[in-house]
């Protein structure tokens, strides 16, 4: 049976251990949650007290060009852009995934007229989904959201197809996209690609450019740790940026917003896709947070978070498996993300018997405990500490007790 020293080994080899100081988690607490809500950078505090007090407190409006607070969108896009394999000048940093999801696929539906199909797949995070009814329905073109099943999506790909809309990495299972193939078949097929990056970005080596991505979306609250409803980004391949036209028009992705012209004039780049004034506190918390990634080699980012995620199999094939709890989650390293996930009707209840234990996880409906790795700060150690208190809940049958069955209102 393989014991806790391995895991401390690993720890100890490990290139990317120094990481996880830069972060505030709780004592006694293992975090595996990263993948909905990152943890608390050490520095967030500070930075976001200076900007209040300082900035806001004592510059008040000088800040947006004393602080440069007006391109922090772009500034923070480029940092991000690093991370996902694109180009300075290719993301910005603004909204949710939601509006930016609108406000690309609206854009680049338009890029395709006479196609009528949105397609995308069942294991896509639902929100995406109502965001593409919603544009269809706003258009009112007659565009149809076409949903098959993940495996089916190549073969799906056809002359109607306008958008392939996708999430890299499904939030519930795990299962990672073949970013490059799908793209290359959409392309093929003159078809565009919309990826969600919220299951990826800060977790693996995402390499929009390298796929000849089109678009993307994604968060900056899981692995990017920028707080909770921390902004969004978005990214346009350079040779789109022209010819994509923000139908939400506002005036932060104007040419010239200070001259005050009664017609729109979209920018150049991709922060013509801009709308309103730039949420400065939010943004400098996601900007303290991407320091964590200063310096790090995303390459030995997925590198830890597969190893990860082989040594929980590895663990809970060896452990769990004989308590009825299945692994639901691809193997294979190129079809899967930073998390594993594994099935059980009490899913529920053996969640939060977890959390009383100290160890965090998630479920989703209906039958899923889902557990993420976060390669900045999760330790092979937590792995190891997680799925041996995972085993004594299922072989003392504690998580039957009715305290947690109760259904919580945010899971
Ligand atoms: C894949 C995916 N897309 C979109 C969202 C929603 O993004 P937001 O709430 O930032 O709009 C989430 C999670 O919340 C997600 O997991
Ligand atoms: N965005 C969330 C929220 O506001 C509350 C609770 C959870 C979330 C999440 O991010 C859920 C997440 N997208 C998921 O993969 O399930």
């Not at 505030?24 to 975090?31: D, M, N, S, T």
């Amino acid at each position: 049976m393989m014991d806790l020293n391995r895991a401390l080994e690993m720890d100890r080899s490990d290139p990317l251990a120094g990481t996880r100081a830069a972060f505030a988690l709780p004592e006694g607490v293992i975090y595996l949650d990263g993948n909905s809500l990152g943890a608390l950078p050490c520095n967030a505090a500070a930075r976001v007290a200076e900007v209040i007090s300082r900035q806001w407190g004592h510059d008040l409006i000088q800040s947006w060009n004393r602080h440069d607070w007006i391109s922090m969108p772009a500034r923070v896009g480029d940092r991000i852009a690093r991370l996902i394999g694109a180009d300075a000048g290719e993301v910005v940093a603004a909204d949710s995934t939601s509006v930016n999801l609108m406000k690309l696929l609206s854009a680049a539906l338009k890029l395709r007229p006479g196609r009528r199909t949105i397609l995308s797949d069942n294991g896509n995070f639902p929100n995406d989904l109502y965001i593409a009814q919603g544009v269809s329905a706003l258009l009112g073109e007659g565009h149809v959201l076409r949903i098959v099943d993940p495996d089916k999506v190549g073969d799906e790909i056809d002359g109607d197809t306008a958008i392939l809309m996708l999430t890299e990495v499904d939030y519930r299972s795990g299962r990672r996209h073949d970013m490059r193939a799908l793209t290359s078949r959409a392309h093929a097929a003159g078809a565009l690609v919309i990826w969600d990056l919220c299951h990826s970005a800060g977790a693996m080596d995402v390499d929009l450019n390298a796929a000849g991505a089109d678009m993307a979306v994604g968060c900056g609250y899981k692995y990017l740790n920028g707080g909770p409803g921390a902004p969004a980004f978005m990214f346009v391949a350079r040779r789109l940026q022209g010819d994509l036209k923000p139908a939400l028009s506002g005036w932060m992705g104007h040419d010239r917003p200070f001259d005050f012209d009664l017609d729109y004039r979209p920018a150049t780049g991709v922060v013509r896709n801009l709308a309103g004034t730039p949420p400065i506190i939010g943004l400098t918390a996601l900007d303290a947070a991407l320091d964590a990634f200063d310096g790090v080699d995303m390459r030995d980012v997925r590198r830890k978070s597969l190893a990860l995620g082989d040594l929980f199999i590895e663990l809970a094939r060896e452990r769990l498996a004989r308590h009825g709890l299945e692994i639901v989650t691809p193997e294979a390293h190129p079809t899967r993300g930073s998390q594993v996930s594994l099935r059980h009707p009490e899913a529920y209840a053996i969640v939060q018997a977890l959390i009383a234990e100290g160890v965090v996880g998630d479920f989703r409906m209906p039958d899923i405990a889902r557990f993420g790795f976060a390669p900045l700060y999760t330790s092979f150690a937590d792995i190891w500490h997680a799925i041996d208190r995972l085993e004594a809940i299922m072989a003392a049958g504690s998580f039957r007790e009715a305290r947690f069955r109760k259904r919580l209102a945010v899971t």
